[in-house]
C-alpha cells in the first residue's frame, strides 16, 4: 500500500478503481462523496438503485459501468453522525469483493471509514492490507488534510 498526498478526485484519472465507503442511506452529502457525485453522478446514481435505508447493503459493494475510473461505492456503514459508524466486519466483506472483481486493477481510495465515519484507521488499514493483499492500492491523502496525519499515525 502507498500513501500519496493529493487531491483524489482531482487526481482520479491516475488510477483505475476509486473506492468510497457509503452509507445506507444514498445521500452522498459530506467528506469526499459531493466532490465524487458531482464529478461521477453515475455513481450516485447506481447507489440510488439500490433501497435507501436497507440495512443488508452492509458489506456489499456497487459500482460504476461506464465511468474511467471505475468508482465502487463499499457500503462499510450503516448511518450517518454518529460517533463510530464504520462497520469493521462490513468493510472487510466489501475490501474481499473488491478483490474478487478488481484484483489486478490501481485502486485509490482516501482514508476510507476514518473520516467523519469515525472508524479507528489502524484496525482499517490492517483489514485493507489483509484483504488487499498483493494489489496495487494508493492511500490518497487529501492535500488540505495533511494537518490531521498524525490524527491517523500517517507522520
Known amino acids: 500500500m502507498k500513501y500519496i498526498k493529493g487531491d483524489l478526485v482531482r487526481d482520479a484519472k491516475q488510477f483505475e478503481i ?3 465507503q457509503c452509507n445506507c442511506f444514498c445521500t452522498m452529502g459530506a467528506g469526499i462523496a459531493p466532490q465524487i457525485k458531482r464529478n461521477f453522478p453515475e455513481a450516485y446514481e447506481v447507489d440510488c438503485e439500490t433501497k435507501r435505508g436497507d440495512e ?3 458489506g456489499t459493494i456497487t459500482y460504476t459501468k461506464s465511468t474511467s475510473p471505475i468508482i465502487i461505492n463499499a457500503y462499510g456503514q450503516y448511518g ?3 460517533q463510530i459508524e464504520t462497520n469493521y466486519e462490513a468493510l472487510r ?3 474481499k469483493e473488491i478483490k474478487k472483481i478488481f484484483s489486478g486493477k490501481r485502486i485509490a481510495m482516501p482514508l476510507i471509514g476514518a473520516g467523519l465515519a469515525g472508524g479507528d484507521w489502524t ?3 490492517k483489514i485493507i492490507e489483509e484483504e488487499l493483499y498483493n494489489e496495487d492500492v494508493s492511500i490518497i491523502i487529501w492535500e488540505r488534510d495533511s494537518q490531521n496525519l498524525i490524527k491517523f499515525n500517517l507522520s
Open 18 to 20: 476509486i473506492v468510497q
Open 123 to 125: 484496525i482499517i488499514n
Open 80 to 82: 450517518m453522525g454518529g
Open 93 to 95: 466483506s466489501c475490501m
Open 56 to 58: 443488508s447493503k452492509l
